[in-house]
C-alpha cells in the first residue's frame, strides 16, 4: 500500500496502546474517588480470577472437569458479547467513530485496537480463569500444546467478539435508545446473579455436575468453548477431533476478525450522526398517542401522561422503574423456584413499585416551578398528587397482580390468592399513600448526571423519605395484615379469606385517597421548599 494510505498496522500499534493506557490514566486522574473505586475493583477482580485459578486447578482430575471448564468458557464469552451493549462508557476505544478524522485504514486499526484491547481488568480476568480451565482439562505433552494454542485463541475470540459487537451497534450506543439500553444492565444483572445462584443451589445437590455433561457435549463446539474442548479431547488422545475443535475457534476469530473489519469500514466511510440527522427529512410531526386518549381529560390525565413520560423517557426513573420492577419479580418468583419460597413474597412486588411514590417531585429537578406555578389551592395540589399516583397504579396495578398470580401458579397455593392479593393493594395503598406525604415533607433532588440518585448534601431526606415511608407504610396496613393472622390461626378462618381481597383492595383505595388529602396541603404550602430541595442536582 501506498505511503499515503495511511500508517502501518506496526507503527500504529504502539500509539493505540499507549492511548488506551492515557485514556485509563487521565481518567484516574479526575479524582480521588474514581482512583479509590477503581483500586478496589481491580484488587476484587485479581482475587476472584485467583480463586477461579485455584477451583479450577483443584478440578483437575475430576470427572465432570471438562464440563465446568467449557460452560465457564462459554458464560466468559457471553459476558464478553453482551458488556458492550450495557457498558458502553466502560472503554472509551470502543467507538471507532472517535479516529474516523486520522488518516487510518481499517485492517490495520482492527490489530492495532485488537492488541488495545488485551490492556485492562477483563482480559487479565480472561486469561487467569483460560489458564485455570486448561489445566484442570489437560495431560500430555501434546495437550500442554495445544493448551497454549488454546488460550491465545479463546482469549481472542473474547475479544475480537466484544469489538465485533460494538462496532455493529456503535450508532445504537451512542443513541439515546443505547443509553437506556444501559439502563436494563441492573436488570440483566439482577437476573444473572438470581440464575448463578439459583444453577450454584442445583449443582451443589448429589449429582449435580453430571447435569452438565449434555450440555457441555454441546458447548465444547461452540468458540471459543470449542478450544478448550481442543484441549480435552488431545489429552483424551482423540487429536483430529481436537484439531477440529481448534481450528472452529481459529475460524470462528477470523470471522470475527472480518466482520469487525467491515464495519469499522463502514463506519469510517459512511456520515456520522449529526450529518445523518441534518441529512434526514424533517421530523415527524409529534402526535398524540393512542394510550394517551384513554387517560382522563383536564389536569389529571395531562398529569398522568407527563409522569408516565418520565418513566418512558428520563434515564434516572426509567432505571428506577426497572429496577423496581425486576426486583419485584424475581425474589417472589425464584424464592418459588427454589421451593423455598411462600406465596406472601408476591406482596414484595407491590413494596417494591410503591416505593416509587416517594419523592415525586425529585424527577421533576429545577423545571417543578412550571408546576408549581399551576398549583394555587390545596384542590390544584390534591389533584396534582392524585394524578401521579394514577399514572403510578396504571403499572403497579396489573403488574402486582401478575407477580401475585404468577408466584401462586408456581406453589400451587390457588386457595391463597384473594388473600394475598387483598394484602398486596393494601400494602400499595399505604405506600401511595406514605408516598404522597413524604414527597411534601421529605422532597431531594436526583442529579441528571452522572450515577448518584441523590443531590450531595441529601442523602439523609432520602434515607428519612424511603425508610421511614416504608415503616409507616407497614403500620398502616397493620390491620389487614393482623386480619389475615387472624383469620388463619382461628378455626374455619379459612372460609372467610377469600373476604380479604374485597377488603384489602377497599382499605388500599381509602387510605389512598386519605394519604393523598392529608398531603395536598403540605404540598400547596411547601412549594417554594419543595422547589429549592428539588433544584440542588
Known amino acids: 500500500m501506498s505511503t499515503n494510505a495511511g500508517v502501518s498496522a506496526a507503527s500504529i500499534t504502539p500509539v493505540v496502546v499507549r492511548l488506551k493506557l492515557s485514556l485509563l490514566r487521565n481518567g484516574l486522574r479526575q479524582s ?75 485492517r490495520p486499526l482492527v490489530r492495532a485496537l485488537l492488541a488495545a484491547s488485551l490492556v485492562g481488568i477483563g482480559p487479565v480476568f480472561t486469561l487467569c480463569l483460560l489458564i485455570g480451565s486448561v489445566i484442570s482439562v489437560a495431560h500430555g505433552a501434546a495437550a500442554y500444546g495445544t493448551a497454549v494454542v488454546a488460550v491465545v485463541v479463546a482469549l481472542l475470540v473474547c475479544v475480537a467478539l466484544a469489538r465485533a459487537v460494538a462496532a455493529a451497534n456503535i450508532r445504537l450506543l451512542s443513541s439515546r435508545k443505547g443509553r437506556d439500553l444501559a439502563v436494563l444492565s441492573g436488570l440483566v444483572i439482577a437476573i444473572g446473579a438470581q440464575l448463578v445462584n439459583f444453577g450454584a443451589q442445583r449443582l451443589g445437590s448429589a449429582g449435580g455436575l453430571s447435569k452438565l455433561d449434555p450440555v457441555a457435549d454441546v458447548l465444547r463446539w461452540l468458540p471459543p468453548a470449542s478450544a478448550i474442548g481442543a484441549v480435552d479431547s488431545v ?211 436526583i442529579p441528571q448526571e452522572g450515577y448518584k440518585n441523590v443531590a450531595p448534601g441529601q442523602t439523609g431526606l432520602a434515607w428519612i423519605a424511603i425508610f421511614g415511608g416504608m415503616v409507616s407504610a407497614a403500620l398502616l396496613a397493620a390491620p389487614v395484615i393482623a386480619l389475615t393472622i387472624w383469620l388463619n390461626v382461628t378455626a374455619d378462618g379459612d372460609e372467610w379469606t377469600w373476604l380479604l381481597l374485597p377488603l384489602g383492595a377497599g382499605y388500599g383505595a381509602l387510605i389512598t385517597v386519605l394519604g393523598l388529602r392529608l398531603a395536598a396541603p403540605r404540598t400547596a404550602r411547601r412549594l417554594p421548599e419543595i422547589l429549592a430541595a428539588v433544584s440542588k442536582g
Request: with cysteine; hydrophobic share 50%; aromatic share 8%.
Open 235 to 445: 489429552s483424551e488422545g482423540s487429536y483430529g477431533v481436537g484439531v477440529a475443535q481448534l481450528v472452529l475457534a481459529v475460524g470462528a476469530l477470523v470471522g470475527l476478525l472480518a466482520l469487525w473489519s467491515r464495519h469499522l469500514t463502514r463506519l469510517m466511510t459512511s456520515p456520522d450522526g449529526s450529518t445523518l440527522q441534518a441529512a434526514e427529512p424533517a421530523a415527524r410531526e409529534r402526535g398524540s398517542s393512542g394510550l394517551g386518549r384513554l387517560l382522563p381529560s383536564g389536569r389529571t390525565g395531562t398529569v398522568m401522561e407527563r409522569s408516565l413520560r418520565y418513566v418512558w423517557r428520563d434515564p434516572k426513573t426509567k432505571a428506577a422503574w426497572v429496577t423496581s420492577l425486576a426486583i419485584g419479580l424475581i425474589v417472589p418468583v425464584f424464592n418459588a423456584l427454589q421451593g423455598t419460597g411462600s406465596i406472601y413474597f408476591a406482596c414484595f412486588a407491590a413494596g417494591m413499585l410503591g416505593i416509587q411514590m416517594y419523592n415525586q417531585f425529585g424527577q421533576d429537578t429545577s423545571a417543578f416551578w412550571i408546576v408549581a406555578m399551576t398549583i394555587s389551592s390545596t384542590r390544584d395540589a390534591y389533584v396534582e398528587l392524585r394524578g401521579r399516583a394514577l399514572a403510578l397504579l396504571v403499572i403497579t396495578l396489573p403488574y402486582a397482580t401478575l407477580v401475585t398470580v404468577l408466584t401462586t401458579a408456581m406453589l400451587g397455593a390457588w386457595p391463597k390468592l384473594p388473600e394475598v392479593l387483598g394484602l398486596s393493594f393494601a400494602l400499595l395503598g399505604a405506600m401511595l399513600a406514605t408516598g404522597a406525604w413524604s414527597s411534601a415533607r421529605f422532597p431531594y433532588s
Open 32 to 106: 480521588a474517588g474514581r482512583r479509590a473505586a477503581y483500586v478496589t475493583s481491580v484488587v476484587l477482580v485479581l482475587l476472584f480470577a485467583a480463586l477461579q485459578l485455584l477451583g479450577l486447578i483443584a478440578l483437575r482430575g475430576n470427572a465432570h472437569a471438562t464440563a465446568v471448564a467449557v460452560l465457564l468458557v462459554a458464560i466468559l464469552a457471553l459476558g464478553w458479547a453482551v458488556m458492550p451493549l450495557f457498558f458502553p462508557s466502560g472503554d472509551e476505544t470502543l467507538d471507532p467513530t472517535r479516529l474516523v478524522m486520522l488518516p487510518l485504514r481499517p
